[in-house]
């Protein structure tokens, strides 16, 4: 009951002074010169007066720290780390968190009442937006601390400067070595305690400006502009003369020679600023005669007068833009198409040519190891899986593409560990190549191989996997799990038989997901026919 009552007392207070503040601002209190920024560091302190002290005026100080409508006002305990003391705040030991909006009321008279707000953003470290901006003048004077009492110390680069102890310290013979960030601290006295607030400027020397001749941004010298009969026209032309426009520079437009800006039909509109000076022409009505005819928009100073040309042209046709526009898309379309054709082809190509550049020596000794199911296929499944192995996976990769393939009966050595070189075989290649039957890929036999495998894709994420289907199949469910996993991330390359040739499409497709072959590495068709012989399929 009494915490209820408690938050009810808040919200009333809360709702008051929302009120109030409301109240003040929107219909007593006219708003001032702002708001102002003031960027300050934490760790140091913040005394700031607002110099309206006279006509004994009465002060009211707000804070928003979230930047919504929920204001806190300021009391004027001394106590107190944020406190007010008539129009001066004060805000002892700076902390990020007081970074918000500060308001003030102040009146001098029953119903005339003023508002000025100031945003305090406080930061941990230095930043570049903390100076007070830039000097050139050899005398730097403190920003902060102005007609207040106080000692202060300067700093150059942050580097104490020795014996500068007045308000401003004076800079002999500026150069190079001068320039850098000066800081001055401020060391104040507020009841007993020494609180410190620093400032910073920037020393920069301007270079003497150095006159360019006149360059044009806009109009492009010799342009043609499209344009209809009737129409309205806005022609710009936009001339850079320095860092600043000098008073002997104009710009102006011209037609046929002739000056537009008193002639009917044409409005000119002339404008400086910065280095720019910029004279925009209205043509009202563009007529047959202006399409016949020379706008030149001409630049001069107190040295030269130069102008650039532009022509005024019929606007093709809508017919015309078409046709062009359906051009150009059927190119791209064939383009993309046949780009999207040859993109095997090219891919090949490059690295046949710069195979230096694209294969590193990277440890591995084989570019594939090989998992197809080697027994306990029926007689059909079993010759196809011999057929393809032997007739066309072997001379294609490895006797036309010098690939070096790792494959169970040829590679192995009678009496070695099955498990052990399965797992060193495999961590050995660059690729893991699965051959997919309609009975599967593995029977008890090389299930090991495809587990190991699988693992050392799925799980470690080492070597990518090329899946190579013989056939058409229904469906997947009859394969392991995490080569179904695979097969809807990357779908298998499917053999259909007779694609012998290296050249073919389908011979293109695994060499791209290939790595390249290196030509250390090649073997000739006689040595693989040599060393390999297929053992028989049992049914």
């Given at each position: 009951?009494?915490?209820m009552?408690?938050m009810?007392?808040?919200?009333?207070?809360?709702s008051?002074?929302?009120?109030s503040?409301?109240?003040?601002?929107?219909?007593?209190?006219?708003?001032?010169?702002?708001?102002?920024?003031l960027?300050?560091?934490?760790?140091?302190?913040?005394?700031?007066?607002?110099?309206?002290?006279?006509?004994?005026?009465?002060?009211?100080?707000?804070?928003n720290?979230?930047?919504?409508?929920?204001?806190?006002?300021?009391?004027?305990?001394?106590?107190?780390?944020?406190?007010?003391?008539?129009?001066?705040?004060?805000?002892?030991?700076?902390?990020?968190?007081?970074?918000?909006?500060?308001?003030?009321?102040?009146?001098?008279?029953?119903?005339?009442?003023?508002?000025?707000?100031?945003d305090?953003?406080?930061?941990?470290?230095?930043?570049?937006?903390?100076?007070?901006?830039?000097?050139?003048?050899?005398?730097?004077?403190?920003?902060?601390?102005?007609?207040?009492?106080?000692?202060?110390?300067?700093?150059?680069?942050f580097?104490?400067?020795?014996?500068?102890?007045?308000?401003?310290?004076?800079?002999?013979?500026?150069?190079?070595?001068?320039?850098?960030?000066?800081t001055?601290?401020?060391?104040?006295?507020h009841?007993?305690?020494?609180?410190n607030?620093?400032?910073s400027r920037?020393?920069?020397?301007?270079e003497?400006?150095?006159?360019?001749?006149?360059?044009?941004?806009?109009?492009i010298?010799?342009?043609?502009?499209?344009?209809?009969?009737?129409?309205?026209?806005?022609?710009?032309?936009?001339?850079?003369f320095?860092?600043?426009?000098?008073?002997?520079?104009?710009?102006?437009?011209?037609?046929?020679?002739?000056?537009?800006?008193?002639?009917?039909?044409?409005?000119?509109?002339y404008?400086?600023?910065?280095?720019?000076?910029?004279?925009?022409?209205?043509?009202?009505a563009v007529?047959?005669?202006?399409?016949?005819s020379e706008?030149?928009?001409?630049?001069?100073?107190?040295?030269?007068?130069?102008?650039?040309?532009?022509?005024?042209?019929?606007?093709?046709?809508?017919?015309?833009?078409?046709?062009?526009?359906?051009?150009?898309?059927?190119?791209?379309?064939?383009f993309?198409?046949?780009?999207?054709?040859?993109?095997?082809?090219?891919?090949?190509?490059?690295?046949?040519?710069?195979?230096?550049?694209?294969?590193t020596?990277?440890?591995?000794?084989?570019?594939?190891?090989?998992?197809?199911?080697?027994?306990?296929?029926?007689?059909?499944?079993?010759?196809?899986?011999?057929?393809?192995?032997?007739?066309?996976l072997?001379?294609?990769?490895?006797?036309?593409?010098?690939?070096k393939?790792f494959?169970?009966?040829?590679d192995d050595?009678?009496?070695e560990?099955?498990?052990?070189?399965?797992?060193?075989?495999?961590?050995?290649?660059?690729?893991?190549?699965i051959?997919l039957?309609?009975?599967?890929?593995g029977?008890?036999?090389?299930?090991?191989?495809?587990?190991?495998?699988?693992?050392?894709?799925?799980?470690q994420g080492?070597?990518?996997?090329?899946?190579?289907?013989?056939?058409?199949?229904?469906?997947?469910?009859?394969?392991?799990l995490?080569?179904?996993?695979?097969?809807?991330k990357?779908?298998?390359?499917?053999?259909?038989?007779?694609?012998a040739?290296?050249?073919?499409?389908?011979?293109?497709?695994?060499?791209?997901?290939?790595?390249?072959?290196?030509?250390?590495?090649?073997?000739?068709?006689a040595?693989?026919?040599?060393?390999?012989?297929?053992?028989?399929?049992?049914?």
């Amino acid at each position: 009951m009494i915490k209820m009552m408690m938050m009810i007392i808040l919200l009333i207070i809360e709702s008051v002074l929302v009120s109030s503040y409301a109240l003040h601002s929107t219909v007593g209190c006219e708003q001032q010169d702002g708001p102002f920024t003031l960027n300050v560091r934490a760790g140091e302190s913040l005394r700031l007066p607002y110099h309206y002290d006279e006509f004994n005026n009465s002060y009211t100080w707000f804070r928003n720290l979230s930047r919504t409508m929920k204001l806190e006002q300021i009391g004027t305990e001394e106590s107190q780390r944020v406190h007010h003391n008539k129009s001066t705040l004060y805000i002892l030991h700076l902390t990020l968190n007081d970074t918000g909006t500060y308001i003030t009321h102040w009146r001098h008279a029953e119903n005339v009442c003023y508002e000025i707000e100031t945003d305090i953003v406080v930061y941990e470290n230095f930043s570049r937006d903390l100076l007070y901006g830039e000097t050139s003048n050899s005398e730097m004077i403190c920003p902060i601390c102005e007609n207040q009492p106080g000692s202060f110390i300067w700093y150059k680069d942050f580097t104490l400067i020795p014996n500068q102890s007045k308000r401003s310290v004076r800079i002999r013979n500026s150069s190079k070595e001068s320039l850098g960030i000066y800081t001055c601290v401020c060391t104040w006295d507020h009841h007993g305690i020494k609180y410190n607030t620093s400032g910073s400027r920037e020393l920069v020397i301007k270079e003497k400006t150095v006159r360019i001749p006149p360059q044009f941004r806009l109009p492009i010298k010799n342009s043609i502009v499209n344009t209809n009969i009737g129409a309205e026209l806005l022609l710009n032309c936009s001339v850079l003369f320095g860092t600043e426009v000098c008073n002997q520079c104009f710009v102006h437009w011209e037609k046929n020679g002739i000056k537009l800006n008193e002639m009917k039909g044409y409005e000119e509109k002339y404008s400086k600023k910065g280095g720019f000076a910029q004279s925009l022409l209205n043509i009202t009505a563009v007529s047959e005669l202006d399409l016949q005819s020379e706008f030149r928009c001409t630049a001069m100073d107190e040295y030269e007068v130069i102008y650039v040309s532009v022509t005024l042209k019929r606007e093709p046709s809508v017919l015309t833009v078409i046709l062009v526009f359906i051009f150009i898309f059927t190119v791209l379309l064939l383009f993309a198409g046949t780009l999207r054709w040859f993109a095997l082809d090219l891919v090949l190509f490059a690295r046949k040519i710069f195979i230096k550049f694209y294969r590193t020596e990277d440890g591995k000794l084989y570019d594939a190891y090989v998992i197809y199911q080697r027994s306990g296929l029926d007689e059909e499944t079993g010759q196809a899986v011999s057929e393809f192995v032997n007739g066309a996976l072997l001379p294609v990769l490895e006797s036309s593409c010098g690939y070096k393939l790792f494959i169970h009966g040829r590679d192995d050595l009678p009496g070695e560990d099955s498990a052990n070189l399965i797992q060193t075989q495999i961590q050995l290649s660059r690729r893991l190549l699965i051959i997919l039957s309609a009975e599967g890929v593995g029977g008890s036999a090389e299930a090991y191989d495809l587990q190991a495998g699988l693992h050392q894709t799925l799980v470690q994420g080492e070597t990518p996997v090329i899946i190579i289907q013989l056939g058409l199949m229904q469906d997947y469910s009859h394969l392991p799990l995490g080569l179904q996993h695979l097969l809807r991330k990357r779908s298998a390359l499917l053999w259909r038989g007779g694609e012998a040739s290296l050249n073919s499409r389908f011979w293109k497709r695994v060499r791209y997901r290939m790595p390249a072959a290196s030509a250390t590495i090649r073997r000739s068709r006689a040595s693989n026919t040599a060393a390999f012989h297929w053992q028989s399929l049992s049914v």
